[in-house]
């Protein structure tokens, strides 16, 4: 039974542990507990705290602290060496999961929800599914993502702590307020941190979507084999799978009996020793390609215009001329997972293919900045070498000038990946600006020396200032007629992280600055940043 308290939902003990493989119980079975943590300074009186072992601390050492702050019960894998009612599992990161669920009532139960996984275009597939699912239903559609988490069209929370997929406990609580609120649908970003460490055990997804694999979290995973079984676990989740035919990740995956897999090079997986996939889909996986004409959703005659993409939707006995209004080969790929997953739910292609059309862009992806001058500002969240691969090819297709790239990389990430885009960079641009992104704890000196260090044999002239907000006035003063400036890697994030600490950034509004900073050096001369220059 479950009853509403001061302190919210009150829900027995045994209710939330229903199912759940727990080692112990040292806690009366009709205990009522009106909430749900992880974190000891949100523990709240009459709620269940649950120690979990992170790469970073371990909750088991802050069990004492939640107690002090009301903790009624506590979950753990070891007993707790206080005097507090408790329960034990092997594994508190799953257990937890599970008790999340089972507190909201089961909401995903109530849902079809739809997993995007993938290294690039998690974010604009997740908004194209859901902008078609409500141009075809009429019904609000629940989003949760990296941007923010949507009901319909209310903003529900944004800008969270955690990498895209949010912990246990807020995920269902979102769950449950989209029940309550209508949806049908709900469509979420699903990274590979939330896979690997249990948020999203439990939850049976109607369909899992795989856009690609390429390099990034190797910091977390330790190598691209782990990072592609991490992906891989959706689709033992999922009930159908949705996936990119044309990406080998991909079509490993789509054959599902343990075909080999990776092949050793962390990018191009093009060399090595081969190994075999972890375990295969074990769900029926339909793929799309822009390439060939073995897949279910296949993309034909395709355009590559400035502001958009064009192309014809072929499906056996069905083909249908659609546009999506973002720009770069990247974006068909995007509109075809959007599509293939929408078509399998059973609205046909016509109906697809014109929701589609409808669709609006998504901040911080390929968002072009109004400048009222003589050249063009792109904002777009590429941060790992494919992502700006492709950004910078797309420009590339259809620039009238210079393309510029300004791009920073991490701290506290993957390192590996540092050179390799500044690689990408010099290899694809006029011009390349190397300057900072979120720096974290580390010095943003060291983050732009492995940058160019990807870059020491290339020609493509480069200037390095370490501010971002000087280097964007910088780029700004200095674009020509018919350049196309790249800001990458910030997108849709509004603040900016140097020594663990966060000020706010947005590139929207220091663009627009620099605009009327450099009207006004057209009579006055401005002050040049610090740089190197080559």
């Not at 160019?452 to 370490?466: D, Q, R």
Request: one cysteine or more; charged letters at 25%; proline letters at 4%.
């Amino acid at each position: 039974m479950v009853k509403e308290t001061k302190g919210g939902v009150a829900v027995k003990l045994a209710d939330i542990f229903s199912g759940i493989d727990f080692t112990d119980m040292r806690a009366p079975a009709d205990m009522e507990l009106t909430g749900i943590c992880c974190d000891s300074r949100l523990a709240a009186p009459g709620c269940l705290f649950t120690a979990i072992r992170g790469t970073a601390s371990d909750g088991h050492g802050f069990i004492k602290s939640a107690v002090e702050n009301g903790a009624a019960c506590v979950l753990c894998e070891t007993p707790p060496d206080i005097d507090i009612p408790y329960v034990t599992a092997p594994d508190t990161k799953t257990a937890l999961a599970l008790a999340a669920a089972n507190y909201f009532g089961r909401p995903a139960d109530r849902l079809k929800i739809i997993g995007v996984t993938g290294t690039n275009g998690k974010t604009t597939v997740t908004h194209l599914i859901k902008q078609m699912l409500e141009n075809l239903t009429g019904r609000p559609v629940g989003l949760i993502g990296s941007i923010h988490d949507m009901l319909g069209g209310e903003i529900i929370s944004s800008e969270r702590t955690t990498p895209t997929t949010p912990d246990a406990i807020t995920l269902h609580g979102l769950f449950a307020k989209m029940a309550a609120g209508g949806c049908e649908y709900a469509v979420m970003e699903v990274s590979s941190h939330a896979l690997e460490l249990g948020r999203v055990a439990g939850i049976t997804f109607e369909l899992g979507v795989l856009t690609n694999l390429t390099q990034d979290h190797l910091d977390f995973h330790g190598g691209m084999e782990e990072y592609a079984r991490a992906k891989a676990r959706l689709f033992t989740q999922s009930r159908r799978g949705a996936v990119n035919a044309d990406d080998a990740a991909a079509e490993a995956l789509a054959r599902g009996d343990k075909q080999e897999f990776a092949r050793g090079d962390k990018q191009e997986f093009a060399r090595g020793d081969k190994q075999e996939f972890a375990r295969g889909a074990q769900c029926e996986i339909s793929t799309f390609t822009a390439k060939s004409d073995s897949a279910d959703l296949a993309a034909r005659l395709v355009k590559l215009l400035p502001g958009k993409v064009e192309f014809c939707a072929l499906m056996i006995g069905e083909l249908e001329r659609t546009e999506l209004n973002i720009p770069g080969m990247f974006s068909v790929y995007n509109a075809l997972a959007a599509m293939l997953s929408v078509r399998l739910f059973g609205f046909g292609l016509d109906a697809v293919a014109h929701a589609l059309a409808q669709c609006a862009g998504v901040k911080g992806r390929a968002e072009t900045v109004p400048t009222g001058r003589d050249f063009t500002v792109l904002i777009d969240y590429a941060h790992t070498p494919d992502a700006l691969k492709n950004i910078i090819e797309a420009v590339r297709g259809c620039a009238a000038g210079r393309v510029v790239t300004l791009f920073g990389c991490g701290g506290d990430r993957d390192k590996t990946k540092r050179p390799l885009m500044g690689e990408i960079a010099a290899k694809l641009s006029d011009f390349v600006i190397v300057t900072s992104d979120n720096p974290r704890t580390e010095a943003p000196e060291e983050i732009i020396n492995q940058i160019l260090g990807g870059m020491k044999n290339s020609k493509t002239p480069y200037a390095v200032i370490e501010n971002r907000r000087e280097a964007i006035y910088w780029a700004i003063e200095n674009s020509k007629p018919g350049d196309t400036l790249i800001l990458a890697g910030k997108g849709h994030e509004t603040y900016q992280e140097i020594h663990g600490e966060k000020s706010d950034f947005d590139e929207r509004v220091i663009v627009a600055e620099a605009l009327e900073a450099a009207a006004v050096s057209v009579k006055t001369a401005a002050k040049t940043p610090k740089r190197r220059q080559k």
